[in-house]
């Protein structure tokens, strides 16, 4: 089993943000709560429109995934598992926000390594180890300790047209980067 942190590819891809400052703050906060009957698309542009439009778009660290109609149609099953489906519009494109909500106390505390703070408490992960045998049927999931600003994914558990990478390496998507953060 591997796990994955997504990341955006900032340096090379587009990055969307809201028109409305206040929709950071209010709409823009994903931490594996539904947000469905409440939510109202968004209204939003691109930041830096000379990168190259990818798949994926940068939202700025906020444990959510921003994409496109042909990441949705060869990710719909996987998404679908994992969370919640949420429409935005980007000068009059639709895009879509992934809203996360499997939220797996998978995270083997005791095993992995952690920055601690001057005052004893724990900081951010150094090394993550997990429980293996805790994994969600779904291959996107998010663990309470960093679920207000990251995605992940497992690879080698299931079939490959079960599991993110394959078939984002399949439909040849763009946008992301994926860091191992997990082998065992």
Not at 13 to 18: D, H, K, N, T
Not at 155 to 161: F, G, L, P, R
Request: proline share 3%; charged share 30%; with cysteine.
């Amino acid at each position: 089993m591997r796990i994955y942190k997504i990341k955006e590819d900032t340096n090379n891809y587009q990055w969307v943000m809201p028109k409305n400052k206040d929709d950071i703050f209010e709409n823009l906060s994903f931490e594996c709560h539904s947000k469905e009957s409440k939510w109202q698309p968004l209204e939003m542009f691109v930041f830096n429109p000379q990168k190259k439009q990818g798949n994926f778009y940068t939202l700025g660290g906020i444990g959510a995934l921003v994409f496109d109609e042909q990441a949705l149609d060869a990710m719909l099953t996987i998404f679908e598992m994992a969370g919640e489906i949420l429409p935005i519009n980007v000068e009059g494109a639709s895009l879509y926000i992934l809203n996360v909500l499997d939220c797996v106390n998978c995270l083997d505390k005791d095993k992995s390594i952690w920055d601690y703070y001057e005052d004893g408490s724990r900081g951010r992960i150094l090394s993550y180890s997990f429980y293996k045998d805790r994994m969600t049927e779904g291959s996107i999931f998010k663990i309470p300790e960093t679920c207000k600003t990251e995605v992940l994914i497992y690879s080698d558990i299931k079939n490959k047209e079960e599991e993110f990478i394959p078939l984002y390496e399949k439909h040849k998507l763009t946008g992301l980067i994926f860091e191992e953060i997990y082998s065992g």
